[in-house]
Structures are given as C-alpha cells and as structure tokens.
C-alpha cells in the first residue's frame, strides 16, 4: 500500500502519521511517499516497519520500491504507462513545481524550491490523455497555481500544433475543450484570477476557485507574508459573485497565529460573516520546524487557539447550513464517486462535502434533486 502524506504542519504530520499506522495495520506492507518522505527520521521513530519512504514528486522512487517488494515480469506495454493513485474517473494534473513565496508559517520552499512550470504542451498532453482514458474530472494543483509561467516569462508553447502561452487563463482555455470538468486549486488572489471567472461563468471550467486567504487582519497577513488585505478580497469576491453568481469559493485559514488578539480574531471572524466562503477549512496554529514564524513573539496558548479554532469553525458551519439549504428543491449535475455517495461542482474530494443518493455508478454523471441538507453534504433523488 502505497501513503501519501503532508509535513507542512503539525497537525498535517499527525494526520499522515495516523494513516501510516492505518495502512500497515490493515496492509502490513507499506510504502510512504509526499513531503512527509523527507522527514524520515520522524517517519521511523513512528513506524520502524514500513518498507521504503521517498521524498514528494518522486514518481521513480515509489516505483522503484514497489517492484523492490512486489516483483513482477516485464510488460512492454503497461511499463510505459505512469502511476495513477486516484479512482478511474478523476485524476490531479499538476501544473508546476515549488514557490516563490516566503510565508513565515511555511518550509514548502525549502523542502521544493523555487516556482518551477511544466510546459504547457507537457500538460496538456497529461491532460488530453488522461481524458482519453476515461478521467472526467481534472483537478488542477501546484502550490501555487495562479502563478503558472511566471518563472518561463509566461513562455509560448504548442498543444495540437497550435501556439499556447504558459498562463493560468491560456492553460484553463486549453483544458476548457476537453470535456471534463476542471477544477483549480491552490489560486492566490492575483489580479488576473479574474480573468477565469468569465470561463466559469460559460461552462468551460467549474465555477469553483480554491484561494488560500490565511487570515483578514492586515498586521498579521504581514507577518505571515501573505499578500491581499480583508477589504480588496470582499471587493473580489463580489465581483466574482457579479461575473458568476454560482461560484463555489474555498478557502483556508490559520487562527492562533503568533502575537494574534482577541480583536483580530474577532476581525477575522467579522470577516467570515460578511464574506459567506462555501467550503471553509481552519488549522489552529502549530509551529514547523524551519518556519520563521517560530521566531516571532507572542506565542498564543494551545487552549486559546483550539478555542478559537472552535469558534471559528461554529460559524462557518452555520454560514455552510444557510448555504446548503438554499439548494433543497434544485436538480443539480453529480460525479459519481461510488454507489449512492456523489459530488457537484461546489465540492472537491475528500476536502468538501457530498451528495447522497440511492443508485448511480462510480463515474456517472447523474442529476440528483435535492430533498434536505445538512451542514455539510446534501440529499436527493437520482432522476
């Protein structure tokens, strides 16, 4: 069995060492890969009997550890074929490598580096196969996915014999024509996201933007080092709402954060009210080690932010019940993921919620009417 993990936060860590232990209790014969690999040492005090560990983005490695300890014959015909972890009928198309960002809660850089695109044509090729293959949702990541092509010059490359410039708007055109649904991840608020909302507006890509806003009070997005202030993002977001008024907007953010009042809690939380996100993660603060936060003065008390982690999410989620239930009585367009269990636009997998049904296969796209709702998934008839 083959884990895939995160190590940016702690929480993350917990969360990736508990399913390592799942997998060997379940498996017995277990191999880790993602950023978590390159904490080995951390990996190992936990779990001295999993089989091999890698590092993120190492495709070879996994694969040379799997046959290391699966052996098989040769197949000129499946050995050139790349590794799929995901079910038949959606697949993540990752779009570029490292950031250029210095958050101060944050080691992706020095664990990935710099930005670093694939070329345009290399993606679209992905893309274009896995869609051959059956994949009919593309989800688009990196981290940070707005920023495709900045480190290129936003370079001109080729996909069907045609020019195409690497460029988030060029490459959502692109995967637009390819009759999947395609879903962005990962996308800080850079004044040419709004050039993609028209696309979702007309259908080419799901009306659904992934933006990691982080917090909305000024002195603390400086101190994280996050660009973007409370007041320019609800002036976005309504504009958004204007282009498209069924956009799905996600976001994550981090309370507890060094030297974080009371006051720019509860201005985040004024925040939240006013900006009605529809898919809402929290992570109470923790410290990574290598992060420059960890420097930073006013260590906010665990019970202080697990409160206001608590609060924070109490809100959102009667924010997400006004919302959810504002879509009982509509028939709505489902993928589903498995018999009964399905998901709309609104809802990436396994960080969103679902649709609930009696019926349908795993790929089918079904329309469902929705009967009731819940603070988090839906429920309803197929038709």
């Given amino acids: 069995m083959i884990v895939n993990t995160c190590g940016f936060i702690d929480a993350a860590v917990e969360e990736s060492l508990d399913a ?18 390159a904490r080995e040492k951390t990996i190992k005090e936990a779990h001295p009997s999993v089989l091999a560990i890698t590092g993120p983005h190492d495709t070879p490695a996994v694969m040379k550890a799997v046959h290391e300890h699966l052996s098989r014959p040769h197949d000129p015909y499946t050995d050139l074929i790349g590794v ?23 080691i992706i850089p020095s664990m990935r580096g710099d930005l670093v695109s694939r070329p345009i044509g290399e993606v679209m090729q992905e893309a274009e196969n896995l869609v051959k293959a059956g994949v009919k949702e593309l989800l688009v990541i990196s981290q940070d996915t707005s920023a495709y092509g900045v480190d290129v ?50 259908g080419k890509i799901l009306p659904y933007l992934d933006v ?29 709402r204007e282009v498209c008024p069924g956009i799905t907007v996600r976001s ?28 809402v993660g929290c992570f109470a603060y923790s410290p990574v080690d290598g992060a420059a936060a960890n420097a930073l003065p006013g260590p906010v008390p665990d019970e202080v932010k697990e409160s206001r982690r608590e609060r924070f999410m109490a809100l959102q ?46 790929g089918e796209f079904r329309d469902v009417t929705i009967d009731r709702a819940d603070e ?8």
């Avoid at 232990?21 to 950023?35: D, F, M, P, S």
């Avoid at 799929?84 to 944050?106: D, M, Q, S, V, W």
């Avoid at 995967?175 to 909302?197: C, F, K, M, N, Q």
Wanted: proline share 6%.
């Fill in 20 to 37: 390592i232990g799942e997998a060997l209790a379940k498996n017995g014969k277990v191999i880790v890969t993602g950023c978590l690999g």
């Fill in 84 to 106: 799929k972890l995901t079910p038949p009928h959606y697949a993540y198309l990752k779009i570029a490598e490292g950031c250029n960002h210095r958050c101060t809660f944050c």
């Fill in 153 to 202: 010059k936003y370079r001109t490359g080729f996909w069907q014999g045609r020019p195409v410039k690497t460029k988030m708007t060029e490459l959502c055109k692109s995967l637009g024509e390819l009759g999947a649904w395609v879903r962005l991840h990962y996308v800080y608020p850079y004044p040419h996201v709004d050039e993609v909302i028209p696309l979702m507006a007309s």
């Fill in 212 to 240: 990691p806003f982080q917090h909305a009070s000024a002195r603390i997005l400086r101190l994280m080092k996050r660009p973007a202030s409370a007041e320019k993002v609800l002036e976005r977001l309504r504009a958004w």
């Fill in 252 to 279: 994550t953010f981090i309370v507890g954060f060094p030297g974080e009042t009371e006051q720019e809690f509860s201005q985040l939380l004024s925040f939240l009210q006013e900006a009605q996100l529809d898919r």
């Fill in 317 to 362: 989620q009667k924010i997400s019940e006004g919302k959810l239930k504002r879509k009982v009585g509509r028939t709505i367009r489902v993928l589903v993921d498995e018999p009964g269990v399905g998901r709309s636009s609104a809802d990436a997998p396994e960080i969103d919620g679902v649709v609930r049904f009696n019926g349908g296969g795993p």
């Fill in 376 to 383: 988090h998934d839906l429920y309803g008839r197929l038709q």
